[in-house]
C-alpha cells in the first residue's frame, strides 16, 4: 500500500510529534511505501529518509503549487493522513482526497485534548470556532480517526463536539533503544533522573523540581541528579531555574537544551529513572525510555500509565501532587537498586511498542479493510 502522511512541518522541534511520524513511518516501511509531506523541513532530508525509511517530501508554500503537489501526492497513493489538526492546509487535502476518491485518515496527536480547554479558555474558543466552521467537516469526510491511545480517544470525545466513536485505537511504534544504556559511566551512589520534553507549564517541570528536593531531604536522604532534555520559553526555563536555586538543587540540575540523534539518546543511556511529570495523550519518550529497559514513573494523565503500572514497568503517581511524586520516584529508585531487578520494561515495550507489535495492530485495527 501506499501511504501518503502529510504534515505541517517536520522538524525535531515538535517534539513526540516528529518522533510519532519518524518511528511509525519506518514501521510501517517494511511493508508499505511511505511519503511524509511538509510545508518546513529542518534537517537533512537524506537524514530523514534513513531514519524513517520514507520518502521525504517539501511541499512548496505558495497556493498553486501546494494544490498541484498534493494532487501528485494524493493521485498516487491509496491512503493518505493528516498529521495533526488545525493546519489552515488540511481542507485542501482532504478536499483533494475527495475529489480523487482517496481514503483519508485524521490523526490527531493530542491536540483535542482537555487540558487547553482548562488551563487556556480563550485559546479553546479559537479552536472551537475553528473546528465548527471547518475543522469538523474535514474529520467527517475522512475514512476514520487514528487514536494513538484511549485516554486521547475519550479525552477528545469528551471536549469537542461531534468527534464519532467508532474508530480503533493503534498505539504508536517508538525507535529501539536497546543497548544503548550505559549506567557505568556515573557515580553509582547518585540516581540519575531524565526527562525529555517541551518545557511548559503544562508539563508540571516545577513539581519535578520539587520532588528532586524532597527526595534529597529527609526522609529519603538520596544522592539525585535531574537532566532535563527540551527547549521552551526563556520566561519559563528562568522561573524553573530560580526555583531549584531557592530549593537549594540548583546543582542537582542539567539544562542540556534540546538535543536531537544520538546526543538526545546519550542522557537516557546513562538514566537510572526515566520521569514524565506531566500530561502525555501518548507518551513517545515513555515508550522509547521502556525500549532500553529503563523504569518509568509517569503521572496518571500519561496515556501509558494504566500498561506500565500494570506491567510492573515503573509507578504512576497523582497529577500535580508533589509528594506522590517524590514517593512514587523513591520506590522505584529502590527497586532499581536491587542486582535482581528484572526486564519489565523492555517486555512492556516489546508486547506493545516495537515497530512488529505496531505492524501488527496497524493491519488488525480495520482501518485498512474499511478503506
Same mark, same amino acid.
Given at each position: ?51 524513517? *525509511?520514507?520518502?521525504? %517530501?517539501? #511541499?512548496? /508554500? ?5 494544490? @498541484?503537489? &498534493?494532487?501528485?501526492?494524493?493521485? =498516487? ?88 466513536? *467508532?474508530?480503533?485505537? %493503534?498505539? #504508536?511504534? /517508538? ?5 544503548? @544504556?550505559? &549506567?557505568?559511566?556515573?557515580?553509582? =551512589? ?182
Amino acid at each position: 500500500m501506499r501511504i501518503a502522511r502529510f504534515r505541517s512541518s517536520l522538524d525535531a522541534d515538535d517534539g513526540g510529534i516528529f518522533t510519532a511520524v519518524i518511528a511509525s513511518s519506518a514501521a510501517l516501511a517494511y511493508e508499505h511505501d511511505i511519503a511524509i509531506a511538509a510545508r518546513r523541513i529542518a534537517g537533512d532530508p537524506a537524514a530523514l529518509h534513513t531514519r524513517s *525509511r520514507a520518502r521525504i %517530501v517539501a #511541499l512548496p /508554500t505558495n497556493l498553486g503549487g501546494r494544490i @498541484r503537489a &498534493t494532487h501528485r501526492l494524493v493521485a =498516487g497513493a491509496d491512503l493518505v493522513t493528516l498529521e495533526g489538526t488545525w493546519d489552515p492546509w488540511n481542507p485542501l487535502t482532504a478536499a483533494t482526497c475527495v475529489v480523487r476518491r482517496t481514503p483519508y485518515l485524521c490523526v490527531a496527536h493530542g491536540s483535542w485534548s482537555h487540558f487547553v480547554k482548562d488551563r487556556y479558555p480563550a485559546k479553546h474558543l479559537k479552536k472551537l470556532l475553528w473546528w465548527g466552521l471547518v475543522e469538523h467537516w474535514v474529520v467527517r469526510g475522512g475514512a476514520g480517526i487514528w487514536w494513538t491511545s484511549e485516554r486521547e480517544k475519550r479525552s477528545s470525545i469528551e471536549t469537542f463536539p461531534g468527534i464519532p466513536d *467508532r474508530d480503533p485505537v %493503534v498505539e #504508536l511504534a /517508538t525507535e529501539d533503544l536497546r543497548g544503548k @544504556r550505559d &549506567t557505568a559511566s556515573h557515580d553509582p =551512589g547518585v540516581l540519575q533522573l531524565v526527562t525529555l520534553t517541551r518545557i511548559h507549564p503544562l508539563k508540571r517541570l516545577d513539581d519535578l523540581v520539587r520532588a528532586v528536593a524532597g527526595l534529597a531531604a529527609a526522609p529519603y536522604g538520596l544522592r539525585v541528579h535531574l537532566s532535563i532534555v527540551g527547549d521552551g520559553p526563556p520566561e519559563v526555563i528562568a522561573g524553573l531555574t530560580a526555583l531549584a536555586a531557592d530549593l537549594g538543587v540548583a546543582d542537582r540540575i542539567t539544562w542540556t537544551g534540546p538535543l536531537w540523534g544520538d546526543a538526545r539518546i546519550a542522557p537516557l543511556a546513562s538514566a537510572d529513572i526515566y520521569v514524565c511529570p506531566g500530561p502525555e495523550s501518548f507518551g513517545m519518550a515513555v515508550a522509547e525510555a521502556l525500549s532500553a529497559n529503563l523504569p518509568v514513573v509517569v503521572s496518571d494523565e500519561v496515556a501509558l500509565a494504566g500498561e506500565i503500572e500494570e506491567a510492573g514497568a515503573g509507578a504512576v503517581f497523582r497529577y500535580a501532587d508533589v509528594p506522590d511524586l517524590t514517593a512514587a520516584l523513591a520506590r522505584v529508585a529502590a527497586a532499581v537498586a536491587d542486582p535482581g531487578y528484572g526486564t519489565a520494561p523492555r517486555q512492556l515495550w516489546e508486547r506493545r511498542f516495537s515497530p512488529q507489535a505496531f505492524r501488527r495492530r496497524f493491519s488488525e485495527s480495520g482501518l485498512i479493510p474499511r478503506l
